[in-house]
């Protein structure tokens, strides 16, 4: 049940993306500004709001929260459907980006009170098929429904979904005991007194390995929410990519191999961090030094059949380090921080790769499309290869962190 919410969490947050072409053609937006809406006005309020409500989630009964959070950003999602200027869009996403800012966090803390130590790799490996699950779902209805009807219909169908999904939620999730796995005797143990909001934020920032895990992890998001918001503009414009084309391959795409990409990484994490700690960070910095090639040859190739053969790998090795890092911090922590943890963990990350990668990434292609009108998202594209390695270099810096503190 707390996939399907992540499914819809990340749906409705890629749908702009997913239906960017037929939505430029309409409201006259440029990549730009597609970028900001889809990145920095987005992510201001998703990631600011995250902080309060994880604090009361820690506090409180976790699953009502995250149902109210579902129903409201389901009904901004409605909103979105509806808007008829750029601005009115605007606002209707600022309000799914509050919506959504209670919906991971919590999930987070629920797993995590739901699983004992040793198995929340795997466990929220599984939680985390919910961005690709909802990726793919995006693309195929989302595409499907506007190639048949209008982009429109598309966010008012989908929205309504989730305000239905948001009452299923207090139906079918009940609140776990706070770290009751984590005590021999499956009962709380005196660490799991709650911590005070201000108290939470100085442990969070003034550990190294904690905020180390959030730049590698916002470095890699810069990467992936760039591409996320992009690729299918990218494959209709210059790759000669159909809606309905993209309503079917870019959809299996992205279902498969993100997803088997979430499950590999986090039974690899399972498997090895118990007794190899630094796995936490040379698993995803592996991965990542392997899917540049890969993703260059994507930007590269001259048509849609070429360009999916080599996004599928990159496809696979770009979330290795989201389970791991979110298994990271869930076991770091003490079980009244896990909340706030995750949404300090959420803000950081969030932060510089939803809040920047977008807007860049649209702020590139409208900077080189006088002098390049036919390929100018193409370029903009090739300028994201760094970031990869950035991030692969700060993941290294942690498990190089993790391997020193293991040995003393």
């Known amino acids: 049940m707390l996939c ?24 006259h937006v440029t990549d730009g500004q597609l970028g900001r809406i889809g990145g920095l006005y987005f992510a201001l309020f998703y990631c600011l709001i995250s902080i309060p409500v994880g604090w009361l989630a820690d506090r409180t009964n976790r699953v009502r929260v995250l149902s ?32 959504e800012a209670g919906g991971v966090p919590p999930s987070y803390a629920i797993l995590s009170d ?29 595409a499907s429904i506007a190639a048949s009807y209008s982009w429109r219909s598309a966010f008012v169908v989908l929205g309504a979904a989730g305000i239905v999904t948001a009452l299923l939620v207090l139906g079918l999730v009940r ?29 969070f920032f003034s550990r190294p390995e904690l905020l180390l895990v959030s730049l590698a992890c916002g470095a890699t998001q810069f ?59 040379f698993v995803p910095a592996t991965a990542l030094l392997l899917a540049i090639p890969f993703f260059v040859g994507f930007v590269w190739a ?14 696979f090795l770009n ?25 300090l963990l959420l803000l950081v990350m969030n932060l510089i790769g939803l809040g920047l990668g977008p807007t860049y990434l649209g702020a590139v292609s409208d900077l080189l499309r006088p002098g390049h009108p036919n390929n ?18 700060l993941f290294l810096l942690l498990g190089r962190k993790l391997r020193h503190e293991a040995a003393a």
Not at 11 to 27: G, N, V
């Open 68 to 99: 109210f959070a579902c129903a409201l950003w389901s009904a901004a999602t409605v909103a979105c459907g509806v808007a008829a200027t750029y601005p009115q869009l605007v606002a209707a996403r600022m309000a799914v980006g509050v919506g």
């Open 376 to 393: 100018s998202l193409q370029l903009a594209f090739y300028t994201l290869a760094p970031f990869y390695a950035l991030a692969a270099f």
């Open 302 to 315: 001259p048509r849609w059949p070429l360009a999916l053969a080599f996004l599928a790998v990159p496809t």
């Open 114 to 142: 739901y699983f004992p130590p040793g198995k929340r790799g795997a466990a929220l490996g599984l939680f985390n098929f919910g961005p690709p699950i909802g990726q793919a779902l995006g693309v195929a209805f989302g």
């Open 223 to 281: 990467v992936t929410y760039a591409s996320l918001n992009f690729t299918t503009l990218l494959l209709m414009r210059e790759k000669g990519m159909s809606l309905r084309e993209v309503a079917v391959y870019y959809a299996l795409l992205i279902g498969v191999f993100v997803c088997a990409g979430m499950y590999v990484s986090g039974s690899l994490i399972d498997r090895f961090a118990p007794s190899y700690k630094q796995a936490y960070g």
């Open 319 to 343: 979330y290795f380090y989201l389970s791991p890092s979110v298994a990271f911090v869930q076991e770091a922590v003490r079980p009244h921080e896990r909340v706030l943890s995750g949404a």
């Open 175 to 203: 609140e776990p005991v706070r770290g009751g796995l984590d005590s021999p005797q499956g009962t709380p143990s005196p660490a799991t007194h709650a911590a005070g909001f201000r108290a939470t934020i100085a442990m």
């Open 4 to 27: 399907l919410v992540y499914v819809l969490n990340f749906l409705d947050r890629q749908l702009l993306s997913i239906l960017a072409k037929p939505i430029q053609d309409e409201l």
